[in-house]
């Protein structure tokens, strides 16, 4: 158990479903991250929240939302997702480094999800 | 952009030394981290190194050389629970933390 826990651990969806990651961190952390984790790929950062700031990264379809409501806890919206889309997504927190030294990411257990 | 390279597979023996290499290409950096992953685990941090030279941790040592670009986690008098993917990291501008794309290290007998 690391302080961080991802909902739910599986998930089986269709190309023309919605649905949403859950990821709730219990360490007092101000930073938050989505990554994705495919075979044979490196992790992809996809998201950045710190001190309530979000972290662009272009290079994320418009399929995946990511919604921060306040420190602890980070959502990724899904919808009209593509089986390529399959992967473990994984949640992350740490604490901002603007606010202190360096400090190491604590990761979520992931979502295997499979897109059908 | 940012790119990190290290080793797909290593393969050593119990009681062995590993060391596993990253060369990183990245901008705004602030150091380089490692993480080790087992099969259907999450990636657990083991190591920060924010400036040159080694940092120890017990059986494990990490290593950076900010002018070359280039850092190592040493591994030592391995056991077969080590087994496992490690992952070097570039923490960098953003509060990003970028990724290679990981070391698998099997450990035989």
């Known amino acids: 158990e690391t302080g961080v826990t991802q909902t739910p651990r599986h998930l089986v969806m269709g190309m023309t479903n919605k649905k949403s990651l859950k990821c709730e961190q219990h360490?007092?952390?101000?930073?938050m991250y989505w990554y994705k984790q495919s075979a044979k790929k490196p992790l992809e950062l996809m998201f950045v929240y710190s001190l309530e700031e979000r972290v662009e990264n272009n290079s994320v379809p418009s399929r995946f939302s990511p919604e921060c409501p306040n420190s602890s806890h980070l959502f990724l919206h899904l919808h009209t997702l593509q089986p390529e889309d399959s992967a473990l997504y994984l949640c992350?927190?740490?604490?901002?480094?603007?606010?202190?030294?360096?400090?190491?990411?604590?990761f979520g257990q992931g979502t295997r999800l499979t897109v059908v | 952009g940012q790119s990190l390279e290290q080793p797909s597979e290593v393969t050593a023996v119990e009681g062995a030394i590993v060391q596993i290499n990253c060369t990183y290409q990245t901008s705004g950096f602030y150091g380089l981290s490692w993480y080790q992953q087992h099969d259907g685990g999450a990636p657990t941090f083991l190591s920060y190194?924010?400036?040159?030279g080694l940092e120890e941790t017990g059986r494990f040592s990490s290593f950076l050389s900010r002018s070359d670009s280039y850092g190592y986690l040493l591994l030592q008098e391995l056991q077969m629970k080590d087994s496992a993917s490690y992952f070097c990291a570039v923490n960098n501008a953003g509060n990003m933390l970028t990724f290679g794309g990981g070391t698998r290290l099997m450990v035989k007998p």
């Open positions: 360490l007092g952390h101000n930073a």
């Open positions: 190194n924010g400036l040159d």
């Open positions: 992350a927190s740490s604490q901002d480094r603007r606010t202190g030294p360096d400090t190491e990411a604590f």
